[in-house]
């Protein structure tokens, strides 16, 4: 596609379910990151994943949440038993160049809103 | 400890007035510096990326500012309009494999 496609755009879900939120990349994007934004706040690192190599998962703040990606292709992110802390937006980018040094190009984002 | 702080906070400005965003940082090794727009329920997108070597990188009404030596930039926007009602994001690159430092933003409204 044209730019970085995420899905849901929108999520309410009860405490203690598990949500799977997914992101499509740029085609021929190797790298792809996971962000949190909680409201009025700035982005929190999740994880990154680049080609085949082991993902960066040193962001993620609990067990609760996993993330796949199969290749260089699409992203999921999985957050079980989820808590009303989990209340965020969550941004997936990605990036032509592996290391961190290139241009990042963002969805607009799943906005998860847990009762 | 690599940071990025913006100032200010939030900025409220009437329409057709200029306005200049701040960044300093305290990140070692530098790579690059980026400055985002994010505008309400939307994803960042890139203004503006500069190295090491580069001073200004303008994009339009955008004008971006980098001082390596004392580690400071400024996003400057000229003859605001309703649209620039955002946040501003900068972003430090360390290089190679170290994560990105986001600053925590500038919230922009401007008023007619």
């Known amino acids: 596609g044209a730019g970085v496609s995420q899905s849901p755009s929108n999520k309410v879900t009860e405490k203690g379910k598990d949500v799977e939120l997914r992101c499509d990349p740029i085609?021929?994007?190797?790298?792809l990151y996971w962000y949190r934004q909680r409201l009025g706040q700035g982005l929190e690192f999740l994880i990154y994943?680049?080609?085949?190599?082991?993902?960066?998962k040193s962001g993620l703040p609990s067990d609760r949440f996993s993330a796949e990606r199969t290749g260089e292709s699409v992203s999921t992110l999985t957050i079980q038993r989820t808590q009303q802390e989990d209340s965020a937006v969550y941004l997936c980018?990605?990036?032509?160049?592996?290391?961190?040094?290139?241009?990042?190009?963002f969805g607009e984002g799943s906005r998860l809103t847990v009762l | 400890k690599n940071q990025v702080e913006q100032s200010p906070q939030s900025l409220i400005i009437l329409e057709g007035k200029n306005c200049t965003l701040q960044?300093?940082?305290?990140?070692?090794?530098?790579?690059?510096l980026r400055w985002y727009k994010q505008d309400t329920g939307r994803g960042p997108v890139s203004l503006t990326i500069?190295?090491?070597?580069?001073n200004t990188k303008s994009n339009g009404r955008y004008t971006a500012t980098l001082d390596a030596d004392t580690k400071q930039s400024s996003l400057h926007i000229t003859a605001s309009q309703l649209s620039d009602s955002a946040s501003y994001i900068c972003?430090?690159?360390?290089?190679?494999?170290?994560?990105?430092?986001f600053g925590a933003g500038t919230r922009l409204a401007v008023h007619p």
């Open positions: 980018a990605s990036s032509f160049t592996g290391q961190h040094t290139g241009e990042l190009f």
């Open positions: 994943f680049q080609g085949n190599s082991a993902p960066d």
């Open positions: 972003v430090v690159s360390p290089g190679g494999y170290n994560k990105l430092i």
């Open positions: 500069m190295t090491f070597s580069e």
């Open positions: 960044c300093n940082y305290t990140v070692s090794p530098f790579s690059n």
């Open positions: 085609s021929g994007h190797t790298a």
